[in-house]
């Protein structure tokens, strides 16, 4: 059973079209991530959560903006996409100190 | 400037043969993780190395760790298709979070 669920899997959006990507986790992991992958390159943390504590990485345009409500769900909502933001994007989740496990990811087409 | 480099960044082999990706660092890490990507899906975890000059193995799939913690390699022996994919390493550094630094990847193609 999937324990990083990622909706959707596919994502199409207009330039400038703000969308929101969401997660959810059944495995109670205190820390949560988003990642940006793009093709055949190693994913970049974009910003994580340690429980409430929302840690933003110094290189995220602040285009990308980060919610989570509770323990369970994380979104990342891009307030006006570019093409340059088309890529996939990693939810991951992990207890402090432990590996990382990873949702299947949403592929964000921008037209 | 990319904290840990993997090598080679692409390789493709027949089936049947050997390879060893190779991941450096100037950094110490507390320990570093292997994962392998597939299209269309999260990295998946293969191992976790945290003691200096450790090996671990798994089926055709051996990892080693450097004794300085600094470097790790993967050896795959006998390699086959279902071994294509994405791999990569990830160095962690004890008491942070933020956890890991990602290493560049390597794209493994095996051709039947």
């Known amino acids: 059973d999937a324990m990083v669920i990622q909706n959707p899997r596919y994502q199409v959006t207009q330039f400038g079209k703000p969308v929101t990507l969401s997660c959810s986790q059944t495995l109670n992991h205190n820390v949560m991530y988003w990642y940006q992958q793009k093709s055949s390159q190693a994913p970049k943390l974009l910003f994580h959560y340690y429980d409430k504590d929302f840690n933003n990485e110094a290189d995220t345009p602040d285009n990308f903006q980060s919610r989570r409500p509770n323990t369970s769900f994380c979104f990342l909502d891009i307030r006006s996409p570019g093409l340059g933001d088309a890529a996939m994007y990693l939810c991951?989740?992990?207890?402090?100190?432990?590996?990382?496990?990873f949702g299947n990811g949403t592929r964000l087409t921008v037209t | 400037t990319q904290l840990l480099e993997q090598s080679p960044q692409f390789l493709s082999i027949q089936e049947g043969e050997n390879l060893t990706v190779y991941c450096n660092s100037s950094?110490?890490?507390?320990?570093l993780q292997w994962y392998r990507q597939e299209p269309g899906e999260g990295p998946v975890l293969l191992v976790t190395v945290v003691t200096g000059g450790e090996v671990k193995k798994l089926k055709r799939l051996t990892f080693q760790f450097g004794d300085a913690r600094k470097d790790s390699s993967l050896h795959i022996t006998a390699a086959q298709p279902g071994d294509t994919g994405l791999y990569l390493c990830a160095g962690a550094f004890s008491g942070s979070a933020r956890q890991l630094t990602f290493g560049s990847g390597t794209q493994l193609t095996v051709l039947p």
């Open positions: 991951a989740t992990s207890r402090v100190n432990s590996p990382l496990h």
């Open positions: 950094s110490v890490f507390s320990s």
